[in-house]
């Protein structure tokens, strides 16, 4: 499977993630519950993050206590997302391809659907948790570990597509794991000519980091010009004077003060915007790949005045896609 992963530059990949974004939630119709999936994991990563801030702040301000909860709190969000996010993509992944067969189903029969496959829902979370885990190890692995790092961002990015493969065989066939692989051996060689190109790609790969490192650039700069100007107004988290720290304090007036909660506030809104931007990334792979396996597994079940479309919009071709209509309840 690696040798068929063609991996964008992050031009490309930045020019995918914008095509996408624009056309995805057309090209899936208006169903309402297509976006539950996507609201439900931004609530729960905003609430995770915020735990780890709100801990540092009662860290601070004194109550040891309650910060210990939070961080409690924020790493057993942190371990328990894996399964609650596979979960969410699944239940996700199922509407879409349901969507593509005229079908508009309600979040209850999602969510039984889902119940129906927990068992795999776990075992791709706990293969997710597992990669996550070595590629935190081989981020610390120091100097030697550089070709353990190379070769774990080579599983992240084969994993990521595997994982986005896995998800509509899961919901739409039942298949396992293990049947999930096996197909998709057997469906490279059986891809459209016209969709060739398209069965390895590495959409949008690392585009987060890409569109948030200039962000966080902006917020450190303006917390750290607000923090100046806070200085001595909130104690607890008064820095000290900026001229001690210096080698020649005299360059500095002797009033310059530094609050460092601008900073952490900075710090936080990044970490949202992150983590918000980050569903988004994942729902719309989800929602892609979904249409995908639709169209080369189940063509006969697509609504047929769609199928052209649907095409142009897998190639990400300029053209704007036609909405999937769907019957109202």
């Given at each position: 499977?690696?040798?068929?992963l063609r991996?964008?530059g992050i031009?490309?990949?930045l020019?995918q993630l914008?095509?996408l974004?624009?056309?995805?939630?057309?090209?899936?119709?208006?169903?309402?519950?297509?976006?539950?999936?996507?609201?439900?994991?931004?609530?729960?990563?905003?609430?995770?993050?915020?735990?780890?801030?709100?801990?540092?702040?009662?860290?601070?301000?004194?109550?040891?206590?309650?910060?210990?909860?939070?961080?409690?709190?924020?790493?057993?969000?942190?371990?328990?997302?894996?399964?609650?996010?596979?979960?969410?993509?699944?239940?996700?992944?199922?509407?879409?391809?349901?969507?593509?067969?005229?079908?508009?189903?309600?979040?209850?029969?999602?969510?039984?659907?889902?119940?129906?496959?927990i068992?795999?829902?776990?075992?791709i979370?706990?293969?997710?948790?597992?990669?996550a885990w070595?590629?935190?190890?081989?981020?610390?692995?120091?100097?030697?570990?550089?070709?353990?790092?190379?070769?774990?961002?080579?599983?992240?990015?084969?994993w990521?597509?595997?994982n986005h493969?896995?998800?509509?065989?899961?919901?739409?066939?039942g298949?396992?794991?293990?049947?999930?692989?096996?197909?998709m051996?057997?469906?490279?060689?059986?891809?459209?000519?016209?969709?060739?190109?398209?069965?390895?790609?590495?959409?949008?790969?690392?585009?987060?980091?890409?569109?948030?490192?200039?962000?966080?650039?902006?917020?450190?700069?303006?917390?750290?010009?607000?923090g100046?100007?806070?200085?001595e107004?909130?104690?607890?988290?008064?820095a000290?004077d900026?001229?001690v720290?210096?080698?020649?304090?005299?360059?500095?007036?002797?009033t310059?003060?530094?609050?460092?909660?601008?900073?952490?506030?900075?710090?936080?809104?990044?970490?949202?915007?992150?983590?918000?931007?980050?569903?988004?990334t994942?729902?719309?792979?989800?929602?892609y790949?979904?249409i995908?396996?639709?169209?080369?597994?189940h063509?006969?079940?697509?609504?047929?005045?769609i199928?052209e479309?649907?095409?142009?919009?897998?190639?990400?071709?300029a053209?704007?896609?036609?909405?999937?209509?769907?019957?109202?309840?």
């Open positions: 499977m690696s040798a068929n991996t964008p031009g490309e990949r020019t914008a095509y974004l624009k056309h995805t939630f057309t090209i899936v119709g208006r169903d309402p519950g297509i976006l539950r999936p996507w609201v439900r994991m931004a609530i729960y990563s905003i609430v995770m993050a915020s735990l780890f801030f709100l801990a540092i702040i009662a860290f601070v301000s004194g109550a040891a206590a309650l910060g210990g909860f939070l961080i409690a709190g924020s790493v057993l969000m942190f371990v328990y997302k894996f399964f609650y996010f596979v979960r969410q993509e699944m239940r996700q992944s199922w509407l879409v391809t349901e969507a593509l067969k005229g079908e508009r189903r309600s979040a209850a029969e999602a969510g039984a659907r889902i119940k129906s496959l068992w795999t829902c776990r075992k979370a706990l293969i997710d948790l597992t990669v070595m590629l935190n190890m081989a981020r610390r692995s120091g100097k030697a570990g550089m070709l353990v790092r190379l070769l774990m961002r080579g599983i992240e990015e084969v990521d597509l595997v493969y896995l998800l509509p065989s899961a919901a739409v066939d298949l396992g794991i293990r049947e999930s692989v096996g197909q051996y057997r469906l490279k060689d059986n891809v459209p000519e016209t969709l060739t190109g398209v069965f390895g790609i590495d959409i949008a790969g690392r585009a987060v980091g890409t569109i948030m490192g200039p962000v966080y650039f902006l917020l450190i700069i303006g917390s750290l010009v607000l100046l100007w806070v200085g107004a909130l104690p607890t988290f008064y000290g900026i001229a720290w210096l080698e020649h304090p005299e360059a500095l007036p002797e310059l003060h530094f609050n460092w909660l601008p900073l952490l506030l900075a710090l936080w809104l990044g970490k949202i915007g992150s983590v918000i931007l980050e569903r988004v994942t729902s719309v792979k989800v929602i790949f979904s995908f396996y639709m169209r080369i597994t063509l006969e079940d697509i609504i047929p005045e199928r479309q649907l095409d142009s919009y897998l190639r990400m071709e053209r704007d896609p036609e909405p999937v209509v769907t019957p109202s309840t």
